[in-house]
Every structure is written in C-alpha cells, then in structure tokens.
C-alpha cells in the first residue's frame, strides 16, 4: 500500500509540473490520506507541487486532512 501511496504521490508531482493540474489533485486527494503526518508535511513544502498552492482545491485538500 505504501508503495502505491509513493507511486501516486510521485505521479501527482509529475503531472503537477507538466502543467495538468487536475489530475495531480486528483492523484494528491487518493494519496494525502494515507502518507501520515511526516508525508503530508513534505507535500505542503515539496517544489514539485509548487504549481498547485494556490488552487483552492489543494488548499482545501490540506485543510480536510488536518481537521481528521
């Protein structure tokens, strides 16, 4: 499973950074979940995903999971 998560989370940076928004979120809202604490904290600070900060979509992701 842990596995899967990586490969996902992976993928989400790839398509962020080409530019597919959508489906990097898409990728990030299966994935965040199930990364813990310590994953979820590098995703609000990776620059892979750097093209999504701003999209309301990630920030709302981010709060969903931090209120549990």
């Known amino acids: 499973m842990l596995l899967l998560s990586r490969s996902r989370y992976n993928a989400a940076c790839t398509y962020a950074q080409l530019g597919d928004i959508e489906v ?4 990030l809202e299966r994935t965040l979940p ?5 994953g979820r904290n ?3 600070h990776d620059s892979d995903l750097e093209p999504l900060r701003n999209h309301p979509r990630f920030q709302q992701l981010f709060d969903r999971i931090d209120k549990g």
């Open 24 to 27: 990097a979120l898409d990728l």
């Open 42 to 44: 590098w995703a609000k």
């Open 34 to 38: 199930k990364l813990g604490p310590g």
